[in-house]
């Protein structure tokens, strides 16, 4: 069956940087799009980057926009999310999701705190 | 970017009722809207994909219609593990793809 693992959240200072990883198995990865959405605690869901199959496509969400970096490893059949310059209003749960235009599979989520 | 709106923010409703939901779009979006469950402390869930198709394993009690600006999610009989928040999500204008703000169902 589909499964999406995340790992590498935690708490951070304003500044900070953090990388997360979400390990795919139960389908060819290779053969995906894949996302990152993130919720703030209480908040409703919000786009942040996706990468296509390839890794040759890629986009960022206005807010995110040159401190994060999307990459995916095919031969690892793993997606990552370098967070660099990390801000309060960053705080979320980040999740991993299958897709670009609708997402069927979604991993269970990384929490990322920042904050002094 | 495409602006969502979902009315009502939330409802109480009895077990068997007929549960509405309403999404607008601040432009055309033809048919490219999904709706999403989420339940609390979990991942959303895909329900209804291009307005009015069910996904995969989803209940037939739910289903979507609409097209262009207004859409419409219901749960024909709402049942006690449909407490949830329900999410609509255009992709017109990928990569900037939106959600709206979300509609908490409880039960009455």
């Known amino acids: 069956q589909v499964q999406l693992v995340e790992s590498g959240g935690g708490l951070v200072k304003p500044g900070g940087s953090l990388r997360l990883s979400c390990a795919a198995s139960?389908?060819?990865?290779?053969?995906?799009?894949m996302s990152w959405i993130r919720q703030a605690p209480g908040k409703g869901l919000e786009w942040v980057s996706y990468?296509?199959?390839?890794?040759?496509?890629?986009y960022y969400a206005d807010s995110v926009k040159g401190r994060f970096t999307i990459s995916r490893d095919n031969a690892k059949n793993s997606l990552y999310l370098q967070m660099n310059s990390l801000r309060a209003e960053d705080t979320a749960v980040y999740y991993c999701?299958?897709?670009?235009?609708?997402?069927?599979?979604w991993g269970q989520g990384t929490l990322v705190t920042v904050s002094s | 970017d495409i602006q969502m709106t979902q009315s009502p923010s939330s409802l109480s409703a009895s077990v068997g009722d007929r549960v509405t939901i309403t999404c607008q779009a601040s432009?055309?979006?033809?048919?490219?809207l999904n709706w999403y469950q989420q339940k609390p402390g979990k991942a959303p869930k895909l329900l209804i994909y291009?307005?009015?198709n069910l996904e995969t394993g989803v209940p037939s009690r739910f289903s979507g219609s609409g097209s262009g600006t207004d859409f419409t999610f219901t749960i024909s009989s709402l049942q006690p593990e449909d407490i949830a928040t329900y999410y609509c999500?255009?992709?017109?204008?990928?990569?900037?793809?939106?959600f709206g703000p979300g509609t908490k169902v409880d039960i009455k």
């Open positions: 291009d307005a009015s």
């Open positions: 999701a299958r897709g670009v235009t609708a997402w069927d599979y």
């Open positions: 139960g389908f060819t990865f290779s053969d995906y799009y």
């Open positions: 999500q255009q992709y017109d204008n990928l990569p900037r793809v939106t």
């Open positions: 432009q055309d979006i033809s048919n490219y």
């Open positions: 990468i296509s199959s390839s890794g040759s496509t890629i």
